[in-house]
């Protein structure tokens, strides 16, 4: 594996690669990297010819200066798994050299990037936008894969994509879950033994969600017992819970507004560390 640290690096690769016929696999990342991420550099590696997984902590999504001070960064143990895991190429650039100059670039995300993360942290979504269109331009990947944890940053992505002609594919990937239930994200390193022990909780109210969806419950039903259920834990603290469209994010009041199937998806604080999650609806038959 090879470490890019510019981006005369990653584009010189690219073209490289290119010249040959060869179809690029990009997994954009922040680090600290676990199993899910690996899930996503797995299936990257199953479908394309080169690999290229970026690290970088993008400050311009951070809308919280603590929450970017305590990301964790990993680097070392991230290069040793990305590595084993038969990628390619590591871009793992310095804030300055993707950003020699500030990115005042606005972009016009539209409805999907208002609600739910758009509304709680504003500027988090312009933020991504404009480093994942970076790592489209630098890297011209065949196919970028995204996890769906991160289900609203997707649709958002696509968003950008249409808006800027991007041509390669975007692949949703699974959630990844421990044994307990909870979602794999970088996050849950920063929490105590008592908050994991908690944490799993989320998801159970996620499933239990479905089943109460299943059995009749409407959708204003469904969504108070989920946050009554979670809240209910003492340390737990559900920021929001939305149950909405899987395309357009947008709240549904029922169940057929999203006949392919809602997505209920919810944040929640542990102490003070925020914790995301998501479930798909079952299709209405
Ligand atoms: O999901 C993430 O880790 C980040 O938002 C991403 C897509 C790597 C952009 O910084």
């Known amino acids: 594996m090879e470490i890019l640290r510019t981006v005369e690096q990653l584009r010189s690769a690219v073209a490289r690669a ?15 990297l676990h199993k899910g991420h ?5 299936k990257a590696r199953d479908e394309n010819d080169v690999v290229v997984v970026s690290v970088f902590v993008n400050p311009t999504q951070f809308n ?20 084993a895991a038969g990628v390619d190429y590591a871009f793992i650039p310095s ?33 991504v936008a404009q480093i994942v269109s970076k790592l489209f331009a630098w890297a ?15 649709a958002v992505i696509r968003r950008m994509a249409e808006l800027e002609g991007f041509k390669g594919t975007i692949v949703p990937c699974p959630i990844l879950r421990e044994d307990d239930g909870l979602a794999m994200s970088s996050r849950n ?15 159970h109210a996620l499933t239990a969600a479905v089943e109460a969806c299943a059995s009749g419950g409407s959708v204003q039903q469904v969504h108070d017992a989920t946050v009554e259920a979670v ?27 999203a006949p392919e199937g809602a997505i209920g998806c919810i944040t929640v604080y542990c102490g003070d560390v925020r914790l995301i999650d998501n479930i798909s609806f079952p299709a209405l038959s």
């Not at 993707?98 to 500027?123: C, H, Q, W």
Request: proline share 10%; with cysteine; glycine share 6%.
């Open 18 to 32: 290119k010249a040959e016929g060869l179809s690029i696999g990009l997994v954009p990342t922040m680090g600290a």
């Open 38 to 42: 690996l899930s996503l550099v797995e």
């Open 64 to 83: 919280n200066p603590d929450d970017l001070r305590t990301y964790p960064r990993t680097e070392e143990a991230d290069c040793a798994l990305l590595r």
């Open 95 to 127: 804030v300055e050299e993707i950003y020699p100059e500030p990115d005042t670039r606005v972009f016009d995300l539209g409805p999907v990037a208002e609600v739910m993360e758009g509304a709680m942290r504003p500027g988090h979504f312009n933020g």
């Open 140 to 154: 011209e990947p065949t196919r970028a894969y995204f996890g769906r944890k991160d289900i609203q940053q997707i």
């Open 189 to 203: 390193t920063r929490l105590t033994p008592e908050q994991r022990a908690i944490a799993p909780a989320i998801h």
């Open 231 to 257: 809240n209910a834990v003492p340390g737990l603290e559900v920021e929001y819970f939305a149950i909405v469209h899987p395309e357009t994010m947008q709240p549904v009041q029922a169940w057929d507004e």
